[in-house]
């Protein structure tokens, strides 16, 4: 059995109000992941194969956790989630946000709205969850360690779908 690490970016731009703006990261997240990146070195040793997405957030803090050669797959970027909002935003039953607070009720009420259908976003759902499965399929290598710098979107449908195997057994 193989070992799949999953890392989330370093800190981003959090007053970002679109995706380009949001992707890239802060002085904390560069020193988030150069932290992470000496710790795991420490704690961990050294990964067989290292992944990132193509996302800017997730290269950067690909090269400051310092493991050297990363193979980009966008299969790890994270779903276009100020698109999502914009459509969600469109819908009639929705109340809009005020504050940054609202993120807690509309960010599950928009990924639900886009798993039942009601939104379409740039990638349909069932397409995301595909290529989530498709990149851990290949991460899970027997007998190798990965490491995937990705996105907490992604790490939440990968989790999700270990969940859901298990229930299978």
């Given at each position: 059995m193989g070992e799949i690490t999953l890392v989330r970016h370093g800190q981003a731009n959090s007053a970002a109000k679109t995706e380009a703006d949001y992707d890239r990261l802060t002085e904390?997240?560069?020193e988030q992941a150069r932290l992470l990146g000496q710790w795991m070195v420490e704690h961990d040793g050294a990964f067989d194969t290292v992944m990132a997405g193509s996302l800017r957030r997730q290269q950067e803090t690909a090269a400051q956790l310092g493991f050297g050669d990363?193979?980009?797959?966008p299969r790890l970027n994270e779903i276009a989630y100020y698109d999502l909002t914009d459509e969600m935003d469109r819908l009639p039953d929705m109340p809009p946000r005020t504050s940054p607070g609202d993120f807690a009720v509309?960010?599950?009420?928009?990924?639900?709205?886009?798993?039942d259908g009601r939104i379409a976003g740039a990638e349909p759902y069932a397409d995301f969850v595909e290529r989530v499965a498709g990149v851990i399929a290949l991460a899970a290598q027997p007998g190798r360690r990965v490491?995937?710098?990705t996105s907490g979107g992604i790490i939440a449908q990968a989790v999700s779908g270990i969940k859901a195997i298990r229930t299978h057994y």
């Open positions: 904390l997240g560069h990363v193979i980009t797959d509309h960010f599950p009420a928009t990924l639900s709205a886009w798993r490491l995937c710098v």
